[in-house]
């Protein structure tokens, strides 16, 4: 058995990842800390669990995580790297969902998230957890970096291209602008995270529809930092996130000017490139997926269309929660301890 525990478990990521690891049959839940709800069930806070995990919450001074395999940090950021040295000394490995660990450079951490770095000399080893691009290093590492949800969407939705575009060799023709990418997305209000605010209140957020972090995103620099490595060249994006009235959800739409590859199938392209990975659906040529077709799955569905030789449009859907966070941290746990990546994660979507 695989002993986790959870730093953090009260917003809607840590809830989600109870519900996934309530269910694994290879998972032990050890402990679960918040400083908020110290001494209060699991299972009084979010009465869906009830009957499955009777753990409390306790302080974070008063856990002994030196007993986890695992353990995964459903926090703030900032928060993991004030304990990943302590850690990674008792031999316990580190799943971090939020961004301590994700940008390579911690100048540019302290750039877009306001703090120093605690650990910088931890980020040369720290994986950049998306399953489909990294398992061999998945499976070796301490310290597990787990993708943004937007960036999770709109990596996967251009990664059969940049795949293309390392495979031509550097070549002076590109396979695609690198320097035209635009990503336009939506996510529902759960992607905000279980806090109070104005701007989430439900009369705020009900039969509305707007556009947020136009002068910059924190996802921003990290897909940037991604398809750079994916691709070899330089990449600018054009990154514009909405906030949509539904729970939960990403629809990312990505509009890419083809180069080199305007002779290319890219449907086959895509087909070819995810025809082995278990939460990844390429549709049928022509198909819209909607965001209701993943709702608590830890699938992404992909459609790619042509309006013309040199245009691509990308559409890609995830739930936020589960493979934009919580179920992809389960699967990159899986591969971690040589468990059968699809365990724990076959719930199908739920419709309506």
């Known amino acids: 058995m695989i002993r986790a525990g959870i730093v953090g478990g009260t917003g809607y990521t840590g809830a989600e990842l109870l519900r996934l690891l309530a269910q694994h049959p290879a998972v032990e839940l050890v402990a679960i800390t918040s400083r908020g709800v110290a001494g209060t069930r699991v299972d009084r806070l979010f009465t869906s669990l009830r009957g499955r995990i009777g753990l409390t919450f306790v302080e974070p001074s008063a856990t002994h995580f030196e007993r986890c395999d695992v353990v995964f940090f459903a926090t703030p950021h900032g928060v993991a790297m004030s304990q990943a040295r302590e850690l990674l000394a008792a031999g316990v490995r580190i799943i971090d969902l939020a961004a301590d660990f994700r940008l390579r450079d911690a100048a540019e951490f302290e750039r877009w998230y306001k703090m120093p770095h605690a650990c910088p000399d931890l980020l040369a080893e720290a994986v950049y957890a998306l399953p489909e691009t990294a398992r ?124 080199s590859a305007g002779d290319q199938d890219l449907q086959q392209l895509y087909e070819a490139c995810y025809r082995d990975e278990p939460f990844v659906d390429v549709m049928p040529a022509g198909s819209c997926p909607d965001t209701r077709s993943v709702r608590g799955s830890n699938i992404a569905r992909i459609a790619v269309h042509r309006p013309s030789r040199n245009q691509a449009i990308v559409l890609v859907v995830e739930d936020n929660l589960v493979k934009g966070a919580a179920g992809q941290a389960v699967q990159a746990m899986n591969i971690a301890f040589g468990r059968p990546e699809t365990q724990g994660l076959t719930q199908l979507p739920l419709l309506p």
Not at 220 to 230: F, K, Y
Not at 243 to 255: D, E, K, N, W
């Open 136 to 259: 061999d290093s998945i499976r070796q590492a301490r310290v597990i970096a787990m993708p943004g949800c937007y960036p999770t969407s709109v990596l996967l939705g251009l990664l059969p291209l940049a795949r293309l575009e390392k495979q031509s060799g550097g070549r002076q023709a590109s396979v695609v602008d690198w320097h035209g990418i635009i990503a336009d997305c939506k996510s529902g209000v759960s992607g905000a995270g279980r806090k109070v605010e104005v701007d989430l209140l439900a009369a705020e957020v009900s039969d509305n529809f707007r556009a947020y972090g136009l002068a910059g995103h924190r996802h921003h620099p990290e897909i940037e930092q991604q398809l750079r490595l994916a691709t070899g060249r330089s990449v600018q994006l054009t990154f514009v996130p909405h906030l949509v009235p539904m729970v939960r959800g990403i629809h990312s739409t990505l509009y890419l000017r083809l180069e």
